[in-house]
Nanobody, 118 residues
Framework: QVQLVESGGGLVQPGGSLRLSCAAS????????MGWFRQAPGKQRESVAL???????TYADSGKGRFTISTDNAKNTVYLQMNSLKPEDTAVYYC????????????WGQGTQVTVSS
């Protein structure tokens, strides 16, 4: 079992920045993938950024050039730095990690609200 604790959401004006954090209860080295997803009202949850074991990183087109995913292995924490935020980035952001063969076990954080509004 993996516990994930997220923090860092809030209200920000368009063009502003936020950094989300997700602290895991296990070592990052035991994880297959670490990623951030988001879900806006009335929409399906979508992937935002993903780190695959070995270090490969992928971003959704919506966040390319604006969002950066990173990890601090000493703190077992994954971050999402979000810059140049837009109103359409408003959503609940969830951290997800996977473990096991083929990443068969998925664990989710509790979600943190990000609201981009003037």
């Amino acid at each position: 079992q993996v516990q994930l604790v997220e923090s860092g959401g809030g209200l920000v004006q368009p063009g502003g920045s936020l950094r989300l954090s997700c602290a895991a209860s296990v070592s990052m080295f035991s994880l297959n993938t670490m990623g951030w997803f988001r879900q806006a009202p009335g929409k399906q949850r979508e992937s935002v950024a993903l780190i695959i074991s070995g270090g490969r990183i992928t971003y959704a087109d919506s966040g390319k050039g604006r969002f950066t995913i990173s990890t601090d292995n000493a703190k077992n924490t994954v971050y999402l730095q979000m810059n140049s935020l837009k109103p359409e980035d408003t959503a609940v952001y969830y951290c997800q990690v996977t473990t096991g063969n083929g990443g068969r076990n998925a664990y989710w954080g509790q979600g943190t609200q990000v609201t981009v509004s003037s």
